[in-house]
């Protein structure tokens, strides 16, 4: 605007004749933009042009001021050069509709031209017969019927008159000779960013992340129930406590009599815990001076279930499988000096295990087989279950794949906890 206001002296005197704010827009509107038709354009080159002077236009017939001053507005007026250009589009689609040729169809001879040639091919004795009315009878009946077969074979042979109008680019509407511009398809909304990471590590050999959102990622393998532990795991930090370690460990009593000295003499494992083999291995400290120990295995009802012979070393294995998803209690015996010293002796608590239920076991036998490296699963899969020796081996190597990971981190501690608690 400021461009043209210094250039046209016109539209300056009309500026600078407003009063107020008001008028100085009348002005802009309709002297210098012409935005409305009823109001008078002071300048040429700015306005719009009509639709005959847009068709005129297209079709290179605008004389020349006329045409110079077309193009000097379209190249401000956006509106105009968009009628412009669907008008060209319109006369490009028609183009070849509007090159056919039409004739008009031939006239056929009028009727006295067959009459005359009918006339002419009868023979000589018809034309000049010794009876007028015999012949001329015949000469009628030849030329009705001669007459009827032109007209039927004209008719049948005449092709039908097609009738295409051209309109004229200045008798048609301007809404009409511009073409609808095909519709835009809808712009996609943006997508939103991502939600943050809120868990990260390394598992499996691959990576494994949860998103705020807890979309988990890297875990696609595995199957849903897998993923779900996953989940929790990983958003909350925690190892939970299994059900299966319920009543394996219970604060020290006096239900077994009065307390021996043992001079550190104790059990080692099973103790708390919850095992994998249904055949383990009793381990304890030694007493000094003993001269052989003794193991006793009882069941939940305090029904001894087995007994070892006279020992001198320091374990002995099962000499048969358990009975899978029992609680059992045991303690060994050490003779000295003729007298039994028993451990655990109270205060301190039955040394009492788990054996794992069959179905868990083949659980986590398929899993270990089919998922070998996915440490963090595999030591999640073993806390649940209560085997917390294993869940600590999977998860110390979960650790040592993210060494900077405090989530590692923190997962190997609890379970480790767990174990010195003998939870």
């Known amino acids: 605007m400021s461009e043209h206001l210094g250039g046209c002296e016109a539209c300056r005197r009309l500026i600078e004749s407003a009063t107020d ?26 306005a719009h042009l009509t639709a005959e002077q847009a068709a005129l236009y297209v079709d290179n017939d605008l004389p020349g001021e006329g045409l110079r001053a077309a193009a000097a507005h379209l190249t401000v007026c956006e509106q105009c050069a968009l009628a412009v250009d669907d008008l060209r589009a319109f006369r490009e689609q028609v183009a070849p509709s509007l090159a056919r040729e ?17 006339v002419a091919s009868l023979p000589a004795p018809f034309r000049a017969s010794p009876m007028p009315a015999f012949s001329a009878a015949l000469a009628a009946l030849l030329l009705a019927v001669a007459g009827w077969l032109i007209w039927r074979t004209t008719r049948e042979a005449r092709p039908r008159q ?30 939103p960013p991502p939600a943050p990471e809120v868990a990260r590590l390394n598992d499996g050999g691959g990576l494994l992340t949860l998103d705020g959102e807890g979309k988990l990622s890297g875990a696609d393998h595995l199957p849903p129930a897998y993923q779900s532990l996953l989940k929790k795991a990983l958003a909350s930090g925690r190892v939970e406590r299994s059900s299966n370690l319920k009543g394996l460990v219970r604060p020290p009593s006096e239900l077994m009599g009065e307390g021996q000295p043992g001079g550190g003499f104790s059990v080692i494992e099973p103790a708390g815990g919850v095992l994998l083999t249904d055949r383990p291995t009793f381990r304890w400290t030694p007493l000094e001076r003993a001269t052989s120990y003794v193991v006793e295995l009882y069941d939940g009802n305090f029904n001894l279930v087995a007994a070892s012979p006279p020992l001198t070393g320091r374990s002995w294995a099962a000499p048969q499988p358990l009975a899978r998803g029992r609680v059992y ?3 060994v015996k050490a003779t000295r000096d003729g007298q039994e010293v028993t451990s655990p002796h109270p205060p301190a608590p039955q040394a009492r295990f788990r054996v794992l239920d069959r179905a868990k076991a083949n659980e986590l036998t398929r899993a270990r087989r089919a998922y070998p490296s996915s440490h963090l699963m595999l030591g999640l899969l073993y806390a649940e279950a209560g085997l917390l020796e294993e869940a600590e ?24 906890a767990l174990r010195r608690r003998g939870e």
């Open 393 to 416: 081996r999977e998860l110390r190597l979960l650790q040592k794949a993210n060494p900077g990971s405090r989530l590692a981190r923190r997962l190997l501690g609890q379970v480790r």
């Open 329 to 331: 209690a045991w303690q």
């Open 162 to 191: 097609e009738v295409v109008v051209s309109p004229s680019p200045a008798a048609t509407p301007a809404y009409a000779t511009a073409s609808p511009s095909p519709a835009s398809p809808p712009t996609p909304a943006p997508s």
């Open 21 to 46: 704010a008001d008028a100085t827009y009348s002005a802009l509107r309709f002297g210098v933009f012409a935005e409305e038709a009823e109001a008078p354009a002071p300048h040429a080159a700015h």
């Open 102 to 118: 039409y004739r008009p169809e031939p006239v056929p001879p009028p009727a006295a031209g067959w009459w005359r040639r009918a």
